[in-house]
C-alpha cells in the first residue's frame, strides 16, 4: 500500500500511482467495457445533455436523464453492464479492501471543451465506503471544496496514472473538473480524458 502523496481538504491524492505499462493495461479493459456497453451522453433532469460521455462495468452503472440520477442495473439501450475486469479492481484492492470489491465502476471520458462542474457523489446507500478515482489520458484541473456549495476552493492537476481517495471527511464535498489540458498525454490516440470511478453502492 502507498502512502498518499498529497492530502487536500482530505482528498488524499497518489501522484504517480500507475505506471505507463499499467495504463496501457487499463485502457485495453476500458476498450473492452466500451465495446459491450458503448459510450452514451447523459441528460440531467431539466433535460441538459451533459458535454461528458460515460459508461459502467459491473452490478450497477450511474445514469441520468428526465427521471433523475440514479444507479441502475442496466446500460439506457436496455443491455447489462460488463464485469468489472480484474485488471481495474487491482488499485481498489491495494487502497481500498482486498476483502470487499466495488460495486460499480463508473467510466467518463472528456474532450475537447469538456468539464464537470461541482458536485457531490450522494446517490450511493452506503457513505462509509470511500469512492476510488483513476485518471487516463489529458491532464485535469480537479477542483475541491466542501461539504455545502461554496466556500473556499483548491485545484491541482491530474495526470495520468494519479488516483484520488475520497473518504471520511472528503466522501460528501464538492468537487469537479474545470478544464482538460487537451493533448497533454500521448495515452490516448485521439487525446481526451478518461476518468475512473469505484464505489460500493449498496
Same mark, same amino acid.
Given at each position: ?8 481538504? /482530505? ?19 476500458? *476498450?473492452?467495457?466500451? !465495446? ?10 431539466? %433535460? !441538459? ?6 459508461? +459502467?462495468?459491473?452490478?450497477? %452503472? ?30 481498489? !484492492?491495494?487502497?481500498? +479492501? ?12 472528456? /474532450? ?26 489529458? +491532464? %485535469?484541473?480537479? *477542483? ?6 461554496? /466556500? ?18 472528503? *466522501?460528501?464535498?464538492?468537487? /469537479?473538473?474545470?478544464?482538460? *489540458?487537451?493533448?497533454? +498525454?500521448?495515452?490516448? !490516440? ?13
Amino acid at each position: 500500500m502507498k502512502k498518499a502523496k498529497v492530502n487536500i481538504k /482530505g482528498f488524499e491524492i497518489y501522484k504517480g500511482y500507475l505506471d505507463s505499462n499499467s495504463q496501457v493495461e487499463l485502457l485495453a479493459a476500458i *476498450r473492452g467495457i466500451a !465495446k459491450a456497453a458503448p459510450l452514451f451522453s447523459p441528460v440531467t433532469p431539466s %433535460g !441538459k445533455k451533459m458535454s461528458v460521455q460515460m459508461t +459502467s462495468s459491473g452490478q450497477y %452503472g450511474w445514469v441520468s436523464d428526465r427521471n433523475g440520477y440514479r444507479y441502475s442495473p442496466c446500460h439506457p439501450n436496455g443491455v447489462q453492464w460488463p464485469p468489472i475486469p480484474k485488471v481495474l479492481l487491482q488499485p481498489w !484492492k491495494e487502497l481500498i +479492501s482486498a476483502e470487499r470489491e466495488p460495486d460499480t465502476c463508473l467510466i467518463n471520458y472528456y /474532450g475537447l471543451a469538456t468539464k464537470m462542474g461541482m458536485h457531490q457523489d450522494k446517490d450511493e446507500k452506503d457513505f462509509t465506503w470511500p469512492v476510488l478515482s483513476i485518471s487516463l489520458g489529458d +491532464s %485535469g484541473l480537479f *477542483r475541491m471544496g466542501n461539504e455545502n456549495r461554496g /466556500g473556499s476552493t483548491q485545484s491541482i492537476w491530474l495526470d495520468s496514472g494519479d488516483l484520488v481517495v475520497m473518504g471520511g471527511e472528503a *466522501r460528501l464535498k464538492f468537487h /469537479g473538473i474545470d478544464r482538460i *489540458r487537451f493533448q497533454s +498525454s500521448q495515452l490516448l !490516440k485521439n487525446a481526451g480524458r478518461i476518468n475512473l470511478t469505484m464505489r460500493v453502492v449498496k
